[in-house]
T-cell receptor
Framework: DGGITQSPKYLFRKEGQNVTLSCEQN?????MYWYRQDPGQGLRLIYY???????QKGDIAEGYSVSREKKESFPLTVTSAQKNPTAFYLC??????????????FGSGTRLTVV | GQQVMQIPQYQHVQEGEDFTTYCNSS?????IQWYKQRPGGHPVFLIQ?????EVKKQKRLTFQFGEAKKNSSLHITATQTTDVGAYFC?????????FGTGTRLTVIP
């Protein structure tokens, strides 16, 4: 079955460490997105990528970095510069025509906790 | 960035009661989408509305898009415990979606 796989499901990070969250999709979608969700809150856009080797900052990109070397993969690195990284991170993808026509497919998310 | 306001933030209902959540944008939306997120889960796409005044139904769920394409609503008739979760609206920007703050529905058996 096609879908989006995020790993790990739970991640614990010590202060000052960088961590990388994995996102892989086999839906043949061109566009991929990273959102952050805090408890009881909505989704805020971190980064998105419309095509391979290109990505754009979202509303809260500071302290995060991404790469898009393959169509299937869009990893997110949470750097030590991110002051409050504890959150639920969601990866999503959409088809060539973009989210306006077909909506997003989300992964199951990664819960990151700073210890 | 663009914003969509959603109310109420929380709603508790007795099983069998109706439920409505409202979404409002300060700008005209090309379309609006609705998602459901079960507790501990991830958002799942429910529906997309495109036309002014459009109304769509999915079983007990009724979705409306305002005439001015600036607001939308989701109404659930006779709620069930399986309806528990957060409901988000999302407006389409040029290259991505911007999500409302969500309404968290609790259904009391």
């Amino acid at each position: 079955d096609g879908g989006i796989t995020q790993s790990p499901k739970y991640l614990f990070r010590k202060e000052g460490q960088n961590v990388t969250l994995s996102c892989e999709q086999n839906l043949n979608h061109d566009a991929m997105y990273w959102y952050r969700q805090d408890p009881g809150q909505g989704l805020r856009l971190i980064y998105y990528s419309q095509i391979v080797n290109d990505f754009q900052k979202g509303d809260i990109a500071e302290g995060y970095s991404v790469s898009r070397e393959k169509k299937e993969s869009f990893p997110l690195t949470v750097t030590s510069a991110q002051k409050n990284p504890t959150a639920f991170y969601l990866c999503a993808s959409s088809n060539r025509q973009g989210p306006a026509n077909y909506g997003y497919t989300f992964g199951s998310g990664t819960r990151l906790t700073v210890v | 960035g663009q914003q969509v306001m959603q109310i109420p933030q929380y709603q508790h209902v007795q099983e069998g009661e109706d439920f409505t959540t409202y979404c409002n944008s300060s700008t005209t939306l090309s379309n609006i989408q609705w998602y459901k997120q079960r507790p501990g889960g991830h958002p799942v796409f429910l529906i997309q509305l495109v036309k002014s005044g459009e109304v769509k139904k999915q079983k007990r769920l009724t979705f409306q898009f305002g005439e001015a394409k600036k607001n939308s609503s989701l109404h659930i008739t006779a709620t069930q415990t399986t309806d528990v979760g957060a409901y988000f609206c999302a407006g389409a920007g040029a290259n991505n979606l911007f999500f409302g703050t969500g309404t968290r529905l609790t259904v009391i058996p």
